[in-house]
Structures are given as structure tokens and as C-alpha cells.
């Protein structure tokens, strides 16, 4: 094929798989009626007539905004008011001691971005959980770096603490600095939370391999689900343990607007910075600063404004943070009915705690994700299993899907 790409863009595409089944999905529901497709796909919030559920008090913020605050360019780094509004709303009550700042970015995925382009070397290896969000290998390849991955999880269902000390020493033994992706809350495919514990673990692994002084370690909390991990301030008090780090340790916390504030297309959030020394906060600012304006500019005033609207009232705040606590609530009902369901089937899934999808590990993935199509089921194939967003499935859509999909693995000779 002919090719006017530079050699390090050739032969990149972006097929997602997740986006085509949801695709199918929808093209089938809107044929045959949506109360026939049960649609496991999307990690977007349904309520139980499979409607995008939008805060109201989010609804209510934006049709506030004055012309003014939805079409004016925002500053690089963020307004200020919305920058100390993501801080609050991330840490709660367990703000880390330190020196913390802010950068807004495009939702979670421009912080990743830009930890990876600013905090690693070209060539250099990123560390991420083998159970992770797809596209954390996009983030890594197109920034010319290498992925490597480690065993999330024991067999017993425990953070891995020993496959991640011996990636870490591993990689540190090669590279001056470490970039790791830990999406440890309400993970990303599997629902796995991480206990203030094995978060402690994960921070003392970077103390003792960079206790020298001439290796860094750059910790990314993927955040992206806390707010449907549990009770507001309990599932919070993990960050504590970021606190009080040695200098050559940086906390990059990426949160977005996307999931707590029911913003998905806004694509707004932000880039926290937790550190125990105020010349590498200050450094944080500045390099993420420049490389937004070298890539997207400014954010969505909008989305901040809205933000800040809410945040400044008291009674705005109680109205999300109930609202919030109802769809936990609906998601942790859906996933025990599916979880009650499969293990009276002997589907085998990985631990599921919290979160907007629960992983059930098979071979042959795609084919068993083909069989359930034919049966109007669509779910996600992984490399290592199979994607069910326990977020956008009724609890009546819920009620014998485990069934099948024992009887797609059985079809598709599949084995757990």
C-alpha cells in the first residue's frame, strides 16, 4: 500500500472494539425493538429503560451558563475555581499531604497522555495491570513507547504486590524513571478495588526501588470510576497513603468529569499533582501546561462551569452526591444479580467489588461473544476474557444472562 505516513505512524488504526459491538447493538435494537438486545457494551450509566442517565443537577448547571461562560476560551491550565473543585472533589476528606496542583485536560485520557509524553523516554517501557482499559496500549504506542504489563491480581483474588515489585525492579534496572498506570478503583475491566493496604504496599515497592535518589517513579491513579466505588468519604481514604512521598516519587491522580458528573462527551478533567517538593510541582505545572498548548489548547469551558456552578453551592453539592449514591446502589444491584446467577451456573468471573463492569475470564473470547450475538447479547472480548458493563444492563435484562453465556462458552468450546 502506497504511504505518505511518517515510518513511526505507519500501519496505526483505531478499530475499537468496543465502539463496533456497541454499534451492532444499537443498529439491532433500533430494527428488532431495544427490549430484545441486551447491550453489555457501553461504559456510560443506563438507567432501567436503557436511557444515558445525566445528573439532573448537572442538567440544571449547564442550562444556567450565561453565552459567556459556555463559548469563552478558558486559560491553559484551567479556571482556578474548577483546577481546586477537581482537587476537593478527588481527595474528599483524604487529601494528601503535600504539594498538590492542577492542569485541566481533555477527561482522564489527556492525563495520560500526558504523563507518558512528559515523565518517560522514548523507547522507554510504561508499566500497566495485564486486566486494564484498551486503550492504555494506544496511549503507549503512540507516544513511541513500549507497554509492559504485570498480574493485577493473586490467585486467591489480591493485589499482586510480588509481580509488581519484580516489574518495577526490573524495569528500574534499565530506565532512570518508571511511568506506572494503576487503575486500582472500580478497575477497568474487572471491578477490582484496591484496599488502603495494598495501596500502601504498591507505595512502599516505589520507595524501596528509588530509595537511592537516582531513580524516579511516576504513580497514575486511573481514577476514573471512584465515585461508583463505594461510600463517598470510605473510598476515598487510600489517597492518604500519597502523602509525605520522597521527592523522586510524583502522584499523578487522573480524574475526570466523565463518570462522577455524568459528563462522557464533554471529554473534561484533570491532571492532580501530589508531591512532597515544591520545585517538582512547580515543573508539573509548567510542562503540562506547554504540552497542552502543543497539543489541544485550552478545555471545554463549558464543562468547567458547569462544574464550578455546582461546587459553590452546598445544596448542589448534597443533590450530586445523593444522586450519585442511587446509581451505586442500582450498578451493585445489577452486578449481584449477575454474580448470584454465575456462580449457580459455575461461570467463573474475577473478583468483582465495585465499578461499572465485571470481567469473566474464557478462551476464545470472540467466539463466545459471536454465539451471544446470535442470541442478541452484546458483550466485549478481551484478550483474557469477556467485558460485561454491569453499568448499562437493566436488572430485568440482567436476570438470565449468566445462563447465557454458560451456554455460549459451553458452544464455542471454550474453557475458564
Known amino acids: 500500500m502506497f504511504s505518505l505516513a511518517a515510518p513511526h505512524a505507519k500501519g496505526k488504526s483505531a478499530e475499537d472494539n468496543i465502539f463496533a459491538a456497541n454499534n451492532r447493538a444499537i443498529a439491532l435494537a433500533e430494527k428488532i425493538g431495544n427490549d430484545q438486545v441486551i447491550n453489555g457494551t457501553v461504559g456510560s450509566i443506563l ?31 484551567g479556571y482556578r475555581k474548577f483546577l481546586d ?21 481533555p477527561g482522564g485520557t489527556g ?20 486486566w486494564h482499559w484498551g486503550a492504555y496500549d494506544s496511549l503507549i504506542d503512540d507516544n513511541n ?30 530506565q532512570d524513571n518508571i511511568v506506572i498506570i494503576l487503575n486500582g478503583i472500580a478497575n477497568n475491566p474487572t471491578g477490582y478495588c484496591m484496599s488502603v493496604d495494598e495501596w500502601q504496599a504498591a507505595v512502599d515497592v516505589l520507595k524501596e526501588a528509588t530509595k537511592g535518589g537516582d531513580k524516579n517513579a511516576i504513580l497514575v491513579p486511573d481514577v476514573a470510576y471512584l465515585d461508583y466505588s463505594g461510600e463517598k ?3 476515598r481514604k487510600f489517597f492518604k497513603v500519597f502523602g509525605g512521598l520522597p521527592k523522586n516519587i510524583l502522584v499523578v491522580c487522573a480524574y475526570t468529569l466523565s ?30 501546561q506547554y504540552s497542552s498548548r502543543a497539543t489541544w489548547s485550552n478545555c471545554n469551558s463549558a464543562a468547567q462551569n458547569a462544574m464550578i456552578r455546582i461546587c459553590e453551592d452546598p445544596e448542589k453539592i448534597k443533590e450530586l452526591d445523593a444522586d450519585r449514591a442511587q446509581y451505586f446502589r442500582l450498578i451493585q444491584e445489577r452486578a449481584a444479580i449477575f454474580m448470584k446467577e454465575a456462580k449457580e451456573e459455575g461461570v467463573k468471573f474475577v473478583p468483582y467489588i465495585s465499578g461499572f463492569f465485571i470481567t469473566i475470564p474464557v478462551t476464545n473470547s470472540q467466539a463466545v461473544c459471536d454465539d451471544l450475538e446470535k442470541q442478541h447479547v452484546f458483550l466485549v472480548p478481551l484478550k483474557k476474557g469477556i467485558r460485561l458493563a454491569v453499568c448499562s444492563v437493566s436488572k430485568a435484562k ?19
Open 259 to 288: 463518570k462522577g458528573f455524568t459528563m462522557y462527551g464533554q471529554r473534561m478533567g484533570a491532571m492532580i499533582g501530589i508531591t512532597s517538593d515544591k520545585d517538582v510541582i512547580k515543573e508539573f505545572v509548567d510542562i503540562n
Open 145 to 174: 513507547r513500549k507497554v509492559r504489563s504485570f498480574s493485577f491480581l493473586t490467585e486467591d483474588g489480591h493485589f499482586n504486590t510480588s509481580a509488581f515489585r519484580d516489574a518495577v525492579t526490573d524495569i528500574l534496572s534499565r
Open 111 to 130: 492525563v495520560l497522555h500526558h504523563v507518558i509524553h512528559n515523565y518517560s523516554e522514548v523507547g522507554d517501557e510504561v508499566l500497566i495491570t495485564d
Open 233 to 235: 468519604q470510605e473510598c
Open 47 to 77: 438507567d432501567e429503560d436503557g436511557n444515558l442517565v445525566v445528573l439532573d443537577v448537572v442538567k440544571n448547571a449547564f442550562k444556567e451558563l450565561t453565552p459567556k461562560e459556555i463559548c469563552a476560551y478558558a486559560p491553559i491550565q
Open 85 to 105: 473543585d477537581c482537587i476537593d472533589q478527588c481527595f474528599g476528606e483524604s487529601r494528601p499531604e503535600g504539594y498538590i496542583d492542577a492542569c485541566s485536560t
Open 398 to 416: 440482567m436476570e438470565g444472562l449468566a445462563h447465557k453465556l454458560a451456554l455460549a462458552i459451553k458452544v464455542a468450546g471454550a474453557k475458564q
